[in-house]
Structures are given as C-alpha cells and as structure tokens.
C-alpha cells in the first residue's frame, strides 16, 4: 500500500468511527403525552380483547396512528387520583412511600371529605418539592431536573398538579423545566374556552383555577386543548435551535371538568346525549393535538429520532354529571376515577420508539405509572444518576425491545388512606396488592376484602375473598408487608383513636 492509500485508509477509518460514535451517542427526543381523566375505553383503539361500543362512538384517528406505529399496552396502572399518579411519575415512587396520597392545592390543607367512622392521616398534602424545607411534602430529585442535568431541553406544557400554591412545586420551572407554560398549583381549568378566558369566574367560580400564561388567546375562539399545542409547537422551535435532544411534557387539562364542546367537533355527535357529545369532542380534540405535534415531528425529519408516549392519569370520571347521565362509562371495567376498581386505575397506553418498537404489537404484560421514571431514564441512556429518594419504578424498556415481557408475577400496590369524597364501588379508603391475575383490595373503614380473578373477570364482579381463604391471606401478608417497609400511612377510628389494623394483621 503506498503511503496516500495508507493515509486515506486510516483517515477513513477515523471517520467512521467517529460516525458510530456519534449514532451511539445520538440521544432520542422524547415526548410524554399525558392525558387527564381519560378512560380506558375512551378511545377507537381498542384496549381490550374485542372492540366495545366504545370503540365506535369516539373518534381518535391519531391515537390509531400513534398505535400503528407503536406499541399498545393493555394493562398499564396509575393511581385512581391525579396527584398520587403526577408525583409517582415524576418522583418514581409509590403513593404508599411519597405519601401524595390525595389531590392536592392550597398550602397545608386537606381535601379529603369527613368521614362517619374514620379521621384520614396528615398526608402530604402540600405535594412534591424539589427541597426539604416544606411541610407536608416530599422532598424529590424531579425526572426533568435530571433529564435537564443530562443535556435534555425540557418543556411543561399544561397541567402540572405538582404542589400546593405557594410552595416551590407548584411552578415547574422550579422542577427541572427550562419552559414552563401554563402549568400551576390546580388540578383543572377554570374553563377550556377562550372566549371565558380559561377562568371559572364565568360560571361564578374561584379564580384559582385559572389557566395562567395564555392571556394572548383571552376572548378568542381558541380551545385550551388547541392554546396549548400551539404554544408547545413554539416551545418545540426554541428547543431545536438549541441542538440539544428534548423532553416535551405535554400535560393537558382534557378532559378533566368542566365538560365543555370543543366548536370545531361538537357537530359530529349530535344525536348523543348532550353531555357525551360535549366529551367526545374534547376526546377528539385532545386527539388532534397528538396528530399536531406528530406532524410536527415529522414535517422537521425528526420523528425517526422521538419516542412518544401516551398515557392518562386516571380512570374516567364515572359519577353522574350535570344532565343526569355519566359522560365516561370505562366499561366493561368497573368504577371509574377514585376507585381501586379497574376503571379507576387501568388506562390507554402506547409508546412509540422508532427502531425499537414493532408497529401495530401489542402487549399484556402489566406496568404502574411509576415505571415511566427509570424507562424515560433509560430511554434517554442515562445510566448514572442519583436522586434522594428510593426508587419504586421498574423500567419496561425491556417490554418494548422485545427482550423480556415480563411474565406479570411482579406485585403492584396502591395505597389510598383518604376520603377522596364521591362514592361508588371500589371508592374509599383501601389498599391494594395485584400479583398474576389476581387483585386484592382491603377497604379501611370496614376491614373487609375483595378478591378477583382479574384475567376471568375483568368487570370484578365475583368477590372471591370467602372462598379463595388460601389466595386471600398470601396476599394480604405480602401487601401488609410492603405498607410497613414503606412506612405507609393509615386512618385512625374516631371511636376509640386506634390505627386500622394492616390488612394481614385482621386475619390472625
């Protein structure tokens, strides 16, 4: 070889190289798309084995999309309450150990409803704090601050829920997040039309739930959902210039309360009741948005290079709305939002990693929402980091890759010792074991179980606690087991002051 060939050669070796470094190296953007109170059901992507009606009333093409390319999950948990599910996803800890254990607003207040029997503990009611200098809260090292720490460009775009007014959490520009738009302390907006200016002080309520930051759309035609997109597509521009990969937390208030139309889809579900009406087009206009920033991505060539994924907080809210009918059923699940029953903590999930996930695969295997803080960790190949607290979460980078799907043996737990206020079944104070296919669930105020064979009857209609005594006392020895190591909180009787017994100990 003479020595320009041995120069070109070695040079193109040292190119290449340096590609292969630079593909390793190349970290995804990645876009968390959460939704709030969405049902399992709510949607025409079907997450059960056969299609509902469900399926055929709503209309999410862009869901069905995200889906063809990705992978569904039929078995994805949160918490049944959107606090718990915010702090776990962001902390990576369980409600039973982070004690966010209820929603969560004004500075050390409550919100738990009197109870007959029961007093509810002093929860953490003040949420999710990024020091430890605030009481009632837990201190936590945030999934964005860390995802910031690494490189990433980190955006919050709409209902943050984080920490009560007037402490650190509730702004997320104080948890990691180098934009934050209209994320504040409250758990909904005052309305989702622009025209009202986001505010509840048009239906003569309190203007803490105002949507804050969005002034430029006051007396427009605009829908929040539709604000919000629009301003997270220019939050997108900012990030790109930046060169760095990016975290868009995208947040939004649909379709929590108030049940209102979205204009531009309303007229396709006349004939419906009008309070469904009013919610299927919130649903498609929540849908829109995913198709919105989906083209975005792919209108920049970078969708080949962004993981979405999509998920809701909690199960539908099932309780009877203005008009006299439910606007959200989740069937054939059972219940809905603050119940430890399906309906209340089973949701519509799918992720989408190009080049990782098969398109149009589906999964079984099952996952709770503090799961998503190792997996967006992992996703984003940072391996090394510490936090200041214990990490629950497992992450299910390798459901997605195909390499393992977990043979669902692993033990959930949910922890409620609250009195979140509406009543239905499932709802209550209680703690919660699922292992395989079955679910335990101990109720507080009655010490009493329900036990179900959730693979044979997922509507949990059969009560096997009395007859499945064997199945019955494993698990509530496992689940007493795990509310101790975590040093969970229990209510207090207010006959006598005595702690409810741990779900094992009623069984001695």
């Known amino acids: 070889m003479n020595k320009s060939n041995y120069t070109l050669s070695v040079l193109s070796v040292f190119i290449l190289a340096g590609f292969l470094s630079c593909s390793e190296t190349r970290r995804p953007n990645i876009v968390l798309f959460l939704v709030d109170d969405m049902g399992w059901q ?29 992978m569904k999950f039929t078995q994805a948990y949160s918490h049944s309450v959107c606090s718990p599910t915010r702090v776990s996803l962001m902390s990576g800890m369980n409600a039973a150990r982070h004690r966010v254990t209820n929603w969560t607003l004004r500075r050390n207040a409550t919100n738990d409803r009197p109870h007959e029997t029961l007093n509810m503990p002093g929860w953490n009611v003040n949420g999710m704090q990024p020091t430890d200098s605030i009481e009632h809260a837990v201190y936590v090292t945030p999934l964005p601050q860390i995802l910031k720490d690494n490189g990433y460009f980190t955006i919050h775009c709409g209902k943050a829920h984080f920490g009560a007014i ?28 622009g025209e009202k200016n986001y505010s509840a002080v048009w239906r003569n309520g309190s203007p803490v739930w105002d949507v804050p930051g969005l002034d430029k759309y006051h007396g427009t035609n605009t829908n929040l959902t539709e604000a919000l997109t629009r301003e997270a597509i220019l939050a997108l521009d900012s990030a790109m210039k930046t060169e760095q990969p990016f ?86 699940l059972s219940s809905g939002k603050g119940s430890a029953h399906e309906g209340g903590i089973r949701e519509p999930m799918i992720v989408s990693w190009p080049g990782v996930t098969r398109g149009g695969s589906t999964t079984d295997s099952y996952l709770i929402i503090e799961d998503f803080f190792p997996t967006i960790l992992e996703m984003a190949q940072i391996n090394n980091y510490q936090t200041v607290q214990q990490i629950d979460g497992k992450s299910f980078g390798s459901i997605l890759k195909r390499e393992n799907d977990h043979p669902n043996e692993r033990a959930l737990f949910w922890h409620i010792p609250n009195n979140w206020g509406p009543t239905g079944p499932g709802i209550g104070a209680s703690s919660t074991i699922r292992k395989g296919d079955w679910k335990l669930i101990y109720y507080h105020a009655s010490q009493n179980f329900e036990l179900f064979n959730i693979s044979d009857d997922i509507a949990e209609r059969n009560n096997l606690a009395p007859r499945e005594k064997e199945t019955r006392d494993k698990l509530a020895k496992e689940l007493g087991e795990y509310l101790r190591s975590v040093d969970a909180q229990m209510p207090t009787f207010k006959a006598t002051g005595g702690q409810v017994p741990w779900p094992d100990e009623i069984l001695r």
């Open 42 to 70: 709510d949607t025409s992507v079907p997450f059960h084995s056969e299609r509902t009606p469900f399926n055929d009333l709503y209309q999410t093409p862009s869901m069905e999309r995200l889906a063809a390319q990705g």
């Open 166 to 193: 007037s402490t650190p959490g509730e702004d997320p520009s104080n948890l990691g997040f180098n934009i934050n738009i209209a994320g504040h302390a409250a758990g909904g907006p005052g309305s989702f039309h």
């Open 247 to 332: 975290f868009l937390y995208m947040s939004h208030y649909a379709v929590h309360a108030p049940i209102e139309e979205d204009y531009r889809f309303i007229d396709k579900y006349q004939g419906m009741n009008p309070v469904e009406a009013k919610y299927a087009s919130m649903l498609e206009s929540m849908d829109k948005s995913l198709g919105d920033l989906m083209d975005y991505l792919k209108k920049k060539g970078i969708d080949e290079n962004t993981i979405v994924l999509f998920t809701s907080d909690n199960g539908g809210l099932s309780a009877v709305a203005r008009g006299g009918v439910p606007h959200t059923h989740n069937k054939p």
